[in-house]
């Protein structure tokens, strides 16, 4: 619990979420839902759920880093994608730690 509580601290200081109220960050939202409509991590590839978020596939802040640290990659489309919030909260608690990671076939 306090790990999370640590977690979610640090994620309200990043100076990075300051970029999601930007109107680029909204006009690049609405771009990339258009463009993945329907959900690109679903389990059930058959049935995926309608895209409500739009996921960094690497993280912000490491394809930042990749970029020379320009601030201008955060809304580059081509490491955005269209997920809905089931998958995208579970890649999140995937990727803090907070549960197991997916197996790969």
């Not at 990075?16 to 930007?22: A, D, E, I, Q």
């Not at 991590?41 to 049935?47: H, I, R, T, V």
């Not at 995926?48 to 802040?61: D, E, G, M, N, Q």
């Not at 201008?72 to 269209?82: I, K």
């Amino acid at each position: 619990m306090a790990r999370r509580v640590a977690i979610d601290r640090m994620r309200a200081d990043d100076p990075l979420r300051k970029l999601y109220r930007t109107q680029l960050w909204r006009a690049t939202r609405r771009l990339v839902l258009a463009r993945d409509p329907f959900c690109g991590l679903c389990p059930d590839l058959q049935a995926p759920a309608l895209s409500t978020i739009v996921h960094h596939v690497i993280s912000a802040r490491k394809y930042i880093g990749e970029q020379g640290g320009d601030q201008a990659a955060f809304f580059d489309q081509g490491n955005l994608q269209g997920v809905c919030k089931a998958c995208h909260d579970a890649t999140t608690a995937r990727e803090c730690g907070f549960a197991p990671t997916r197996e790969t076939k």
